[in-house]
Nanobody, 126 residues
Framework: EVQLVESGGGSVQAGGSLRLSCEASGLRFRDYHMAWFRQAPEKEREGVAI????????EYSDSAKGRFTISRDDAKNTVYLQMNNLKDDDTAMYYCASVIRLSRWPGLDPRRFSNWGKGTQVTVSS
């Protein structure tokens, strides 16, 4: 059974930083693209960042570019999201997701991901 467990969320003031982690089990981690999504109340789930298997490519949403950094440690089966200069609009539940590399490149389309964590809440206040 595939499990993705997020951690690292919390409350922070605008301009602050957080580092999210997602530990995966039940899959061959290095064969999966890993991504972060977020969903604010009454809004659709949106992609934040994706890192290809082997860290061969990375893609960010426009809102994440220049402030967030996605990375992965295949030895630890973990993907990270370093978030700097956080803004009020970043307040959301953040989810980790995975899809096997053999499928077509999913980009930041949540419909293309097969495994999801339960999320970690990030709250930014000004």
């Amino acid at each position: 059974e595939v499990q993705l467990v997020e951690s690292g969320g919390g409350s922070v003031q605008a301009g602050g930083s957080l580092r999210l982690s997602c530990e995966a089990s039940g899959l061959r981690f290095r064969d999966y693209h890993m991504a972060w999504f977020r969903q604010a109340p009454e809004k659709e789930r949106e992609g934040v960042a994706i890192i290809k298997y082997g860290a061969r490519d990375i893609e960010y949403s426009d809102s994440a570019k220049g402030r967030f950094t996605i990375s992965r440690d295949d030895a630890k089966n973990t993907v990270y999201l370093q978030m700097n200069n956080l803004k009020d609009d970043d307040t959301a539940m953040y989810y980790c997701a995975s899809v096997i590399r053999l499928s077509r490149w999913p980009g930041l389309d949540p419909r293309r991901f097969s495994n999801w964590g339960k999320g970690t809440q990030v709250t930014v206040s000004s």
